[in-house]
């Protein structure tokens, strides 16, 4: 299904919470060959909680699940059925997922992921104060650390700007310290201007 079809389909809106702000094609997975139809129209705030990169808004979907597990598109429905079981221990969630129905093959579909049988628990990268870590962001070292296979230290208090986080491990992020790019673990660094959690 092209760009066009879809925001033709979704009225230029979210398919989830209605929202007209910050729209993308979201491929829903897993993704299968010769199948058209896997794709939705959704907001930057339905896929970062959807991908499990942002903590999850109960009052978001508390709205907007009533409506979305209704949609005509199997692959709107999916993505409802989904975050309804992120919410299953809620009443709420869970009698909407008494009352919503998925023929057998979306229902495989749905539970092909495995996502089904998580809780709504994130798991992002975040400082030794617990702020939530971005790409692009500048951190402070709270330990001196030694960098192995290297003559550098990075010491106590050494600004690392521009950050990458480390796709496979929330533990970990990568920077730059003398020009050389290191791995650091991320309960030994404090987010560049956050205020101290209390």
Known sequence: MNVQQLQERSQNQC??????DHLMVYEVPPTALNSADREIYICETCHNQVEKKAELELAHWQQCLPTAMWNEAPAVQVV???????FRQESWAADLLDM??????????????GDHENDGSVDLHR??????LEHGDS?????????????????LGTVVKNIKL?????????GKVEGQTIMIKTMYVRKQGAQIIT
């Not at 398919?15 to 007209?20: A, F, G, M, P, W």
């Not at 409802?80 to 992120?86: D, I, K, P, T």
């Not at 919503?100 to 992921?113: G, I, S, V």
């Open 15 to 20: 398919e989830l919470c209605e929202s007209k």
């Open 80 to 86: 409802a059925w989904r975050m309804l079981n992120r």
């Open 100 to 113: 919503m129905y998925l023929d057998e093959d979306n229902m495989e579909w749905a539970k092909a992921t």
């Open 127 to 132: 400082d030794c104060n617990g702020h939530q």
């Open 139 to 155: 951190v402070v070292l709270i330990k001196s650390l030694d960098v192995k296979g290297s003559t550098v230290n990075a010491s």
């Open 166 to 174: 480390d796709p496979n491990d929330t533990g970990y992020i990568e």
